[in-house]
């Protein structure tokens, strides 16, 4: 049959080649494009008093979304270790894969402004290695700010990556790079003493350059007193309504997650697609185990007059090879 399928192939062919994939983009951009949120901009919600909305993601997907969703900032935590890698924790995850994902979340996200958290490892030892890794965030990650944990001792850090034109978020309070040092992932600043740490802390990475600072399980009132005393906007996940904005990780907040696991007390769950997709996987096991999937409906048309010949084709070949 291989010899005639030169032959045959122009007259089986249509007159003009589309291509189908199931690789199709996820979606064309945002049909009226938002002005791209700055360091500007969010200095001028900060001054607004407007709350300042952030959200995480690891992949083009969840960037692509939150981005559709109006997201003022995006942050790719270090928490795809654990949501999207299936990590331990967020000290496993390398600066190699960080950037991967950062990359993959800068190529969907178009008006947000993109922040990549520097892994463990990648900014303790000095702040040239720090600047190192800034660096790569920006140039290879294509991120637009980094952001990394710890308070004063990190501020000659702060300074040596602000200096080089690369905003810094800081992230004080709850450090889960740090848990194994703060005794596991324990409420920060419920003394007294606790509390004017962390004011210290945010009032030297404020003046080392930082442009906000994440709160993360802090007291509310506490977390609402140093926003008070700071002029940097202050972003707070367990802290509270006074915060200068709110971050959440998004696999926690949209309930992609089986039953049973662990929630922080902070986490309030808009969603629940854990089951919606796991309620369309088993409706689509079922209809292809009954064949009632797929249908005519999901299968390209060929026209009767061109299957004809393709069949009579066949059949001649077989005819000839049996005789």
């Known amino acids: 049959m291989s010899s005639r399928l030169p032959q045959i192939i122009p007259r089986l062919l249509p007159t003009t080649q589309v291509r189908w994939s199931s690789h199709s983009p996820l979606g064309s951009s945002l049909v009226n494009l938002r ?121 000659p850090t702060i300074a040596k990556i602000t200096c080089a034109g690369i905003p810094v978020l800081a992230h004080i309070g709850l450090t889960p790079q740090r848990q194994n040092a703060l005794g596991g992932f ?21 003046e080392a350059g930082a442009f906000a600072v994440v709160l993360e399980a802090v007291p509310a009132q506490v977390a609402t007193l140093i926003t008070k005393e700071l002029g940097i906007p202050t972003i707070g996940i367990g802290a509270g309504n006074g915060c200068s904005g709110q971050v959440l990780v998004q696999v926690d907040m949209l309930g992609n997650f089986p039953p049973g696991r662990f929630l ?31 249908t005519m409906e999901h299968t390209y048309p060929i026209t009767q007059e061109v299957f004809g010949e393709f069949e009579k084709v066949v059949e001649e070949e077989k005819n000839k090879a049996g005789s």
């Open 35 to 155: 002005k791209p949120v700055t360091i500007t901009t969010i200095q001028s919600l900060y001054r607004k008093n407007e709350p300042i909305t952030m959200i995480t993601a690891h992949d083009f997907p969840s960037a692509h979304v939150a981005d559709h969703a109006g997201m003022d900032m995006i942050l790719v935590g270090d928490s795809l270790a654990m949501v999207a890698l299936g990590m331990e924790d967020t000290s496993e995850v390398l600066m190699e894969e960080m950037l991967l994902h950062c990359k993959s979340v800068a190529r969907a996200t178009k008006g947000a402004f993109t922040v990549g958290d520097l892994p463990m490892g990648s900014y303790e030892v000095s702040p040239s290695q720090a600047l190192e890794s800034a660096i790569r965030m920006i140039k290879t990650g294509r991120m637009k700010a980094i952001k990394l944990e710890g308070g004063k001792e990190m501020a």
């Open 186 to 206: 324990r409420v920060q600043g419920k003394s007294t003493a606790s509390a004017l740490k962390l004011l210290e802390d945010a009032l030297a990475v404020q």
């Open 264 to 294: 922080p007390r902070f986490v309030k769950r808009y969603g629940n697609v854990w089951d919606e997709a796991k309620r369309a996987i088993e409706q689509y096991r079922t209809e292809v185990k009954s064949r009632e999937y797929p």
